[in-house]
């Protein structure tokens, strides 16, 4: 059953985005040689995290390669080489250093220092190195935006690279059903991964979420008509069935926060408000009135369960443990920590954690791996450059009524940072902290361009 309704849908949104594809023609021809090359360059990054060919083990040092290394590591040098063709010729505006730039700056030399304590060096070095490439594209990225019409290009290629892994992990669903389901005991017996990219479901369930936000608002927000108007519709309908069956709790309530924050803010959304508060006194209303259940609510527990026994529930799926495992980590070594992206996965095992692990936290993952100037610097990394994020929506909404491309930049903001109180987002290099960064670049130059316009 599952597999028709991924085959219907992706029928559906394929036939309606064969329509698009000479607009993205149109769109490639207006940019320029060196946004295109800017474009090339974040997109060879992006593809390069994703496994195509998956690892064989988990390996302690970078020496030890495989297919699903030398993969990431070909797409890297890819992306390395046009960034330096464009950073050698770039003119990196002094503004670009604000403080939250800065701390992320900070944040990627104690990564790098952090390798002497590292259990497995020569893959913090690693690690270390991908995140100073996202840095140096943030930097290209504002220095060639600043100066063209596009401030929103990268989020517009983030979301395009979006729409083909939703596609790819629908896809799979319907080619190969035995690998892309995992096996539970939850209400649905399994959840989605993707599999013809290597996607674990909490972090699929984070992208799906991501991209039914911007169906939400791209569909019912803006001023979208016609046939792009129905895309985004059939997107949303494809992005929520791979989140519902990819069963990411986290990234499930960051959604629907994200939804009703919405609705709060943005007159055109307001409708959603009131609708989820009508449901809401009605489904009170027959409690009160009744004294009976609906019917439902075994489902949905067992939904939410996910298959998880009532002692891990009782501790957060045992995240609990974890973080109390962490802390004891992190008294061992408060300052620096046990080393960039190696720490936790590597050095954990003497503390009885699993190989391969993490804190299923953002900031304790920072926390144990970077010690208290690791999280010091990153916190402040990620709060300036969310508060940001939200200068520029309250800016638009003052200057341009409800730009639609800011609200996208706030909601998605959104539910990542509450993924990252239950997941490990923004710490290394990811997809996610790369559409954190897109933001990030289109807010700080919407908000020159509209006081500064470029000559």
């Not at 140096?136 to 504002?142: E, G, M």
């Not at 959604?255 to 943005?266: Q, R, W, Y």
């Not at 009170?284 to 259940?293: H, I």
Request: aromatic fraction near 12%; hydrophobic fraction near 55%; glycine fraction near 8%.
């Amino acid at each position: 059953m599952i597999q028709i309704v991924f085959s219907i849908e992706i029928i559906l949104f394929s036939l309606v985005s064969v329509v698009h594809l000479p607009k993205i023609g149109r769109f490639i021809k207006q940019i320029g040689p060196r946004e295109r090359l800017l474009v090339f360059a974040w997109s060879a990054m992006a593809i390069g995290q994703f496994q195509i060919f998956r690892h064989d083990q988990i390996v302690q040092s970078v020496g030890a390669l495989d297919a699903g290394a030398f993969y990431q590591l070909g797409w890297m040098t890819i992306s390395g080489l046009a960034t330096l063709l464009l950073i050698m010729t770039a003119r990196i505006p002094s503004r670009l250093w604000r403080t939250p730039v800065i701390a992320f700056f900070i944040y990627i030399f104690l990564a790098f220092a952090s390798s002497v304590v590292s259990e497995a060096p020569l893959i913090t070095i690693y690690r270390s190195a991908q995140i100073l490439l996202d840095f140096c594209l943030l930097a290209v990225a504002y220095s060639e935006l600043k100066r063209s019409r596009f401030p929103y290009l990268l989020i517009y290629i983030s979301l395009f690279l979006l729409v083909i892994l939703i596609c790819l992990v629908a896809l799979g669903a319907v080619v190969m059903p035995e690998q892309a389901f995992v096996l539970n005991e939850g209400v649905l017996g399994k959840s989605l991964r993707g599999i013809i990219l290597g996607i674990h479901p909490n972090e699929l369930g984070l992208m799906a979420a991501i991209a039914l936000l911007v169906s939400f608002v791209c569909s019912f927000a803006s001023d979208i008509r016609g046939s792009m108007k129905l895309f985004w519709l059939l997107f949303g309908l494809l992005s929520g069935t791979v989140l519902f069956l990819s069963q990411a709790r986290t990234s499930l309530a960051g959604a629907a926060v994200a939804s009703m924050l919405a609705g709060m803010v943005v007159k055109k959304l307001r409708w959603f408000s009131v609708l989820v508060f009508g449901v809401a006194v009605v489904v009170m209303s027959y409690y009160w009135l009744s004294g009976s259940d609906i019917g439902v609510e075994d489902d949905v527990q067992a939904y939410l369960r996910r298959g998880v026994s009532d002692e891990h529930l009782s501790t957060l799926s045992g995240r609990t443990e974890l973080w109390r495992i962490g802390w004891e980590m992190f008294k061992d070594a408060p300052l620096l920590g046990h080393g960039f992206a190696a720490g936790v996965r590597y050095e954990g095992i003497d503390y009885g954690l699993r190989l391969g692990t993490n804190m299923h936290s953002a900031y304790m993952q920072v926390l144990v791996d970077l010690g208290f100037l690791g999280i010091l610097a990153w916190v402040i990394f990620v709060a300036g450059m969310s508060l940001t994020v939200y200068r520029n929506f309250k800016f638009t909404r003052i200057h341009a009524k409800d730009d639609y491309i800011a609200i996208i930049a706030l909601l998605v903001m959104v539910v990542i940072l509450f993924r990252s109180v239950l997941g490990q987002v923004l710490v290394v290099h990811q997809f996610n902290l790369m559409i954190f960064l897109s933001l990030y670049v289109y807010s700080i130059v919407n908000l020159e361009l509209s006081r500064d316009p470029p000559n």
